[in-house]
């Protein structure tokens, strides 16, 4: 299966700032996704990042506030801009190789907290 | 939209106990079914994967159920170790790929 490697694993961000997230993957995929772990809850979709388009969001996330670049099949990035508390939460990469009957491969998280 | 539910939320047991986690599922036209387990703070780590047309799939101590037409699905740890303490999330992906996640089982293992 897939590895991801997802950087920074932890950050402490002040409020109204922006941090970009990485995920690096050590074999091409096609789809990528982006999810956010709020404290004590489970998963949610971010958005499908498309290679070589813009990416596809989940209802009630949008593009300005978590743009995502996807410019080859190896690499993403996920920014969370113009903090609040409200952001605190792990936020994890995923890579599938469904359509080749493979399942879901996530990265470590980035644990954000927002101050 | 798929809904996935996880039953119990928390279960506390001695070492050595055989136990099952439960998963269910609203919508059963899903492309497969996938067990992952979280320790505090980290990412998830893929545990067992089911494919629509499995029925089961087994991993050392850890054996998962797949009964699509019920929409539901069991993980069953055998002798079950401190080292097994950690959140189990079940999820299901749809066709179009998209995993939903239910809210996951909190397991302690008491040594």
């Known amino acids: 299966s897939a590895v991801i490697s997802q950087k920074p694993s932890r950050d402490i961000c002040q409020r109204g700032t922006s941090l970009t997230i990485q995920c690096q993957v050590d074999?091409?995929?096609?789809?990528m996704f982006w999810y956010r772990q709020q404290p004590g809850q489970s998963l949610t979709l971010i958005a499908t990042?498309?290679?070589?388009?813009?990416?596809?969001?989940e209802s009630g996330f949008v593009i300005d506030k978590f743009p995502i670049s996807r410019p080859n099949l190896t690499f993403s990035t996920l920014t969370v801009s113009n903090m609040s508390p409200e952001d605190s939460s792990i936020y994890l990469c995923?890579?599938?190789?469904?359509?080749?009957?493979?399942?879901?491969?996530f990265g470590s998280g980035t644990r954000l907290t927002v101050v | 939209k798929q809904e996935v539910t996880q039953i119990p939320a928390a279960l506390s047991v001695p070492e050595g106990e055989n136990l099952v986690l439960n998963c269910s599922f609203t919508?059963?036209?899903?492309?497969?079914l996938q067990w992952f387990r979280q320790d505090p703070g980290k990412g998830l780590t893929s545990l067992l994967l089911?494919?629509?047309?499995?029925r089961e799939q087994t991993s050392g101590r850890l054996n998962a159920s797949l009964d699509k037409s019920s929409g539901r699905s069991t993980l069953y740890i055998a002798a079950s170790q401190p080292g097994d303490s950690a959140t189990y999330l079940c999820?299901?992906?749809?066709?179009?790929?998209?995993?939903?996640f239910g809210k996951g089982t909190l397991l302690t293992v008491n040594p």
């Open positions: 995923s890579v599938s190789t469904t359509v080749d009957g493979g399942g879901y491969t």
């Open positions: 074999s091409q995929v096609t789809m």
């Open positions: 990042a498309n290679q070589g388009s813009e990416a596809t969001y």
């Open positions: 919508d059963s036209a899903i492309y497969n």
């Open positions: 089911i494919q629509s047309s499995q």
């Open positions: 999820a299901v992906a749809g066709s179009n790929y998209k995993l939903t």
